[in-house]
Structures are given as C-alpha cells and as structure tokens.
C-alpha cells in the first residue's frame, strides 16, 4: 500500500543517514570508538524506535482501512439488497397487474364471445324462422307480408316517435308505375321536414328466377322523382347471402341520388337517421326559402316595372299618335271654321241686304200693278178690322153686366 511504501522510504532514508554518519565518523579522527558506537547505538534505537512507530502507525491504518473497507461493502450490499427488493416488490405488482388485466381482458373476451354466439344463434332462429314462414307463404304473400310487417312496425313508433307523420300506401299510379310507400311529414307551420319512398322486396327461397336488388334501383329512383319524395329507400329480403346487404344501411347515393337499401330490421332506423337529418337542415331550408322569395319578390318587382315601362311606353305612343291625330284634326276644323266663318260673314252679308229688302218691303209695293192681290188685302184688312170691332163690342157688353 501507499502508507508501506512510504514508511519503506523512510527507513531507506534513516539508513542512508546513518551510513552517511558512520562515514563521517570514520572520516572523523577526533570522534572515538565509544562515541561511535554511542551514537550507532542511539541512531539504532532512533530507528527502531522510529520503525516500532511507524508498524504501530501502518498496523493501526491497515486496521481502520479493513474496517473502513468491511463497512463500505456492508452499505453498499445492503443497498443491493433493497433495491433488489424494490424491484421484485414491482416485479410482483406488474405480474400481478398484468394477470388481473389478461384475466380481465379474457372475461371480456369470453362476453363477446358468448354475446357473439348468442348473436349467431338468434341470427340462425330468424333465418330458420323466415324460411319456415317463407315455405308456407306463396309469393304474393312472401311480398305483402314483408309489407306488413313494415306498416305494422311504423305504427307501434307512430303515436311516440312520429305523430305527425304521412306513412300509406302508394295507390297513385304515375305513367303506369307506382312505389310501396310514401314517408311525408311536416312541421308546425306546414312546412315539409322530409319524404321518402319506400320499396319492399322479398320472394320465397323456392322461386325458381332470383331477383337481384340491383333490379329494383332504376324504377324506385324514377318512382321518388315522380312523386316528387327527397329520399328512396329499398327493403329487401332479396340476395340473403350478400354480406354488403346484410352490414347495415347501405347507401347507393353513387349510383342514384340520395337512396339507401336496408334489411327489415333497419326500417325505423333509417327513417329516424334521415328524419333527424331533415330536421337539422330545417332551419336552413328555411333560410333558404326566404332567400329563394326574397329573389322571387325583386325578379317580381323587376318583371312588373318592366311591363309598367313597356305598358307606359306603348299607351304613351298611342297617346302621342292620338295626339297629334287630335291636332291635325283641330287644325281641320280650325280651317272648316275659318271657311264657315267667311261663310257666315258672307251669309251675314247677304241677309243684312236681304233685311234692308225686307225692311222696303210694305204691302202698296207688293199689291203695286197687281189688281187681285190689291183685291185680297183689301179684304183681309175689312175683315180685320170687324174682327177686331166686335171683340171691342163684347169687352163692353161684359162690363155692363159686371156693373
């Protein structure tokens, strides 16, 4: 060790000394055998003296280093041992985690299981149930009860889910076709919330021609268009075997718009879906109209003025050509008047001389050469005058009566 080495050292260095006297000693006449093994002596007993020290010193380090040392890997195995606990401590709780969670994860697995068997099961007893019931059933029946068993499920939500709702019979034959059902039901103020026509398919497992659902698309796309319905919905027994019928709802909006084919068990949930759907877009649809009258009243205010400016034009050219028509025809009749004026002064005229003929006119002129007519006025005026004489001779008899 270091404290070995360095105690080694030393006793090199007091030999070296004590050489290095010894030399001095011999070189030194004057120093005398006694005094040289005196003082040999004494550096002898320096040195062990010194060595005895230096063991003590080294026995004592090396004592307090072993202990020093022993307690140091008794700590560090002590720490050892606890962390080695710890971790089989932790061990012990993620095992004991991991099984509750595998035994958890096998428990639910054995539900699914068991729910999935229970599913297969009940799936297997409606398959044989609707094979029995279709064994019995011809194929008019087979379709009719298919649709009997839509209306009579509709009508068990009618009251609760849907009290205000159109679902009957398609009896309007429309270009000689005609859907199964019409789904029509509106809001408070009479506004349409959504429409749909339905289509049932089924046929008996015996039928020797199988129908395709592919076959029915076309005519219920043509059918919902004709009836004027938002949506198209076919319920089919048909192809029992084709896994993308037997999913769910399936929409068929890539081939003919907004249609979905369903098996019966999806029958109220898809008219709930679209119902809930329509009513959300309601208020849109709303929107939408009031835009669409907003558009309508000004292409109306438009249309109007338009035929106010084309009505007030035309009246304004007929009253222009009137107008001028009226004109020509007062300067007519300005000039007719102005000719009747001359006319009349003319005629005035003729008649003022006419008068002042008149007024020369007395009764010796015209009887002037004209024996008779003389004769005859002559008479007249006898007359005349005993006419007159004798209502004279009447007025008086009268008052002579009154008297």
């Known amino acids: 060790s270091k404290v070995t080495a360095s105690k080694d050292a030393e006793i090199a260095e007091l030999k070296s000394k ?10 030194d006449a004057r120093v ?17 003296a010194k060595i005895a020290e230096l063991t003590q010193k080294l ?4 004592t307090t280093f072993a202990t020093e040392k022993e307690l140091a890997v008794t ?37 699914k299981l ?27 029946m087979v379709g009719e009860s298919l649709e009997q068993h839509c209306e009579i499920e509709f009508n068990k939500m009618r009251a609760a889910a849907f009290p205000k709702a159109y679902f009957e019979k398609d009896n309007d034959v429309v270009d000689g076709t005609k859907g199964d059902f019409v789904f029509r039901e509106a809001d408070d103020e009479g506004n349409e919330v959504v429409s749909i026509m339905f289509e049932m398919k089924n046929e008996s497992d015996d039928s020797t021609h199988k129908h395709k659902n592919e076959d029915f698309l076309k005519k219920l796309d043509s059918d919902r268009k004709k009836k004027n319905c938002e949506y198209a919905v076919l319920v089919t027994m ?3 075997e084709n896994e993308l019928y037997n999913e769910g709802i399936v929409d068929m909006s890539y081939r003919y718009e907004k249609m979905y084919v ?33 558009n309508i009243d000004i292409t109306h205010f438009e249309e109007q003025m338009e035929d106010f400016k084309t009505k007030f034009g035309r009246n304004y050219d007929l009253a222009s050509r009137k107008f001028q028509t009226a004109i020509e025809e007062i300067d007519k009749t300005i000039t007719h008047l102005q000719k009747t004026k001359d006319a009349l002064v003319s005629s005035e005229n003729n008649l003022r001389l006419a008068n002042n003929k008149a007024q020369d006119l007395t009764i010796k002129r015209l ?37």
């Open 75 to 111: 700590q560090a195995r002590t720490q050892v041992e606890r962390e080695r606990d710890d971790l089989a401590a932790q061990v012990k709780l993620k095992a004991a985690e991991g099984e509750q969670k595998i035994s958890a994860l096998r428990e639910e697995m054995a539900t």
């Open 59 to 62: 026995e004592a380090q090396k």
């Open 367 to 403: 009887t002037r050469n004209n024996p008779t007519m003389k004769t005859m006025f002559a008479e007249l005026a006898e007359a005349k005058e005993a006419k007159e004489a004798g209502k004279l001779g009447e007025g008086l008899e009268d008052e002579s009566s009154a008297e």
């Open 114 to 140: 068991r729910a999935k068997d229970e599913l297969i099961a009940y799936k297997e007893e409606e398959i044989a149930r609707y094979k029995e019931m279709k064994a019995r059933l011809s194929t008019k």
């Open 238 to 240: 048909l192809e029992p």
């Open 32 to 48: 005398t055998e006694a005094d040289h093994k005196r003082a040999l002596a004494d550096a002898t007993a320096s040195r062990d």
């Open 18 to 27: 004590l050489a290095r006297i010894a030399d001095e000693r011999a070189s």
């Open 262 to 294: 369903i098996r019966p068990q999806f029958f109220i949930p898809i008219i709930s879906i679209l119902r809930n759907a329509s009513l959300s877009a309601l208020s849109y649809k709303a929107e939408l109209a009031e835009v669409r009258n907003q």
